[in-house]
């Protein structure tokens, strides 16, 4: 059974940072590219990152260009968002998903965690 499992998301005041991480079981990690994707309150889920199977083709919505990275390590199966300069408009369910692919394409994914909450307050 495939589980991303989502941790690391919680309170945190304007300009601070938090990391998170996804950790993959019942799959491979290095055989899929792997995403972060959010959805705010009242929003449609947005694309947030995303990653290679080896560690290439990184892409990054405007919104967090410059303030976020996103990481992998196929050997501890995890896949890894840093978040820095946290704004109140980054509040959101975070969520990782997982692609059958050397790179992402479209919002389609083949497995996805349950999300974890990051909360930013002013």
């Known amino acids: 059974q495939v589980q991303l499992v989502e941790s690391g998301g919680g309170l945190v005041q304007t300009g601070g940072s938090l990391r998170l991480s996804c950790a993959a079981s019942g799959l491979s990690l290095s055989d899929y590219a792997m995403a972060w994707f959010r959805r705010s309150p009242g929003k449609e889920r947005e694309f947030v990152a995303t990653?290679?199977?080896?560690?290439?083709?990184?892409y990054y919505a405007d919104s967090v260009k410059g303030r976020f990275t996103i990481s992998r390590d196929n050997a501890k199966n995890t896949v890894y968002l840093e978040m820095n300069s946290l704004k109140p408009e980054d509040t959101a369910v975070y969520y990782c998903?997982?692609?059958?692919?050397?790179?992402?394409?479209?919002?389609?994914?083949?497995?996805w965690g349950q999300g974890t909450q990051v909360t930013v307050s002013s």
């Open positions: 998903a997982a692609r059958y692919a050397s790179a992402w394409l479209g919002t389609t994914a083949d497995y």
């Open positions: 990653i290679g199977r080896s560690g290439g083709s990184v």
